[in-house]
């Protein structure tokens, strides 16, 4: 079972520049996100106005396999640039995007130059569009695609090869307004579970959305292993970049143990990381139930709700569980999968593109609702 995971939502439903603001005549200039003074809420740096997270996960398109952006953003680029614009109209200021290691390091030392270039070219877009970028890295989503002398590696050799990934990309990212945060992997786990030996878990529809850190613990704490997993790719991150945000996407797990405890959102292990991160997908008719576990990763730094969607709830629901957890979280990212919501009203008879089309439009009014009191 994948409860409150990206993967359950995508398959049930089918170097080194700077870069100036290039907003279009009338907008305001784009501003660098930062944490507050207090530690509680995120801010845009130069006026100090508090800034709120409405988004969406832009992590495969319409395809009916599902390609993710780096299968596309070359020879179809018009594409990305028409799906960025309508990201924008429906009123969203985040895109969360996922990046694939074997996609970005072509040797365990050398980064993929072109990778990095093509990352500029969407920093640009994201700036012209005025949407701030949650840059996910680190992904293994199609096996097809990780390299052989990746999966051979032990721990030590994976986290340094892990560590020079999120280095090149900060790099290329350092100068940017456009990047809302890095989240340094989707959906980490320490170990366990079945296939202990394996990298990867939880095939869903063909992709794994989940992978372990360690394979051995050798007689370590899972919240040591986990500890200095962030310590090592934070460092790697500031070296070339001290400004941008650093958090990574946490499944809920209060949500199927209700006596379990944050992990990552825990200061014994996300001491060093600028935010949290966690993934909700309210069951139908448990709202409250979501809203409790929720509460619990607001535990003293800005919550992001990273990843909802009306998969196990019905639209109203989850607009509740939006509301409710207002008082918990400063920001919110749904998805978005490459079509309007006019396409998908135009699909008869396809239920999947009626609930999407029909959360879209609630999502974009919600986001209208809570940006505005929020003096946008």
């Not at 279009?24 to 801010?43: C, H, L, N, T, Y």
């Not at 508090?50 to 780096?70: P, Q």
Request: hydrophobic share 40%.
């Amino acid at each position: 079972m994948r409860n409150g995971t990206m993967g359950s939502a995508k398959c049930l439903l089918p170097a080194l520049l700077f870069f100036p603001c290039l907003c279009g005549p009338g907008q305001p200039k784009m501003e660098f996100i930062r944490v507050s003074p207090d530690g509680a809420d995120f801010v845009l740096a130069d006026s100090g106005r508090r800034f709120l997270a409405w988004g969406v996960n832009y992590d495969h398109d319409e395809s009916e396999n599902g390609r993710l952006i780096e299968d596309y953003w070359v020879d179809e680029w018009q594409k990305v640039e028409e799906d960025f614009a309508e990201i924008e109209a429906l009123g969203a200021n985040t895109v969360r995007i996922h990046l694939q290691v074997g996609k970005f390091m072509d040797t365990p030392e050398k980064a993929n130059d072109a990778a990095l270039r093509q990352l500029a070219r969407l920093l640009e877009l994201a700036e012209r569009n005025h949407l701030y970028l949650d840059l996910t890295g680190l992904g293994c989503y199609h096996k097809k695609d990780v390299p052989a002398w990746y999966d051979a590696m032990d721990e030590t050799a994976r986290w340094a090869v892990q560590a020079r990934f999120w280095e090149a990309v900060a790099r290329t990212c350092a100068d940017s307004p456009a990047v809302f945060c890095y989240d340094l992997m989707n959906e980490p786990i320490v170990g366990g579970g079945k296939n202990p030996g394996d990298w990867l878990t939880g095939e869903l529809g063909g992709k794994f959305f989940v992978q372990r850190i360690t394979l051995d613990a050798k007689g370590r704490r899972n919240v040591e292993i986990a500890r200095a997993w962030v310590d090592h790719l934070v460092a790697a991150i500031r070296k070339v970049d001290k400004r941008h945000m650093i958090t990574v996407g946490e499944i809920p797990w209060v949500m199927v143990w209700p006596n379990a405890k944050p992990f990552f959102s825990s200061k014994e292990v996300g001491e060093n990381l600028d935010f949290y991160s966690v993934h909700f997908y309210p069951e139908k008719g448990e709202v409250s139930k979501a809203l409790t576990a929720l509460a619990k990763y607001d535990t003293g730094k800005p919550l992001v709700v990273e990843e909802m969607f009306p998969l196990k709830c019905s639209t109203d629901e989850l607009l509740e569980f939006v509301d409710g957890s207002r008082k918990h979280a400063d920001g919110w990212i749904s998805f978005y999968w490459g079509k309007t919501i006019e396409q998908l009203e135009s699909e008869k008879g396809n239920l999947a593109a009626a609930i999407t089309a029909a959360w879209l439009r609630k999502f974009r009014a919600k986001g209208a609702e809570i940006l505005g009191e929020n003096g946008k």
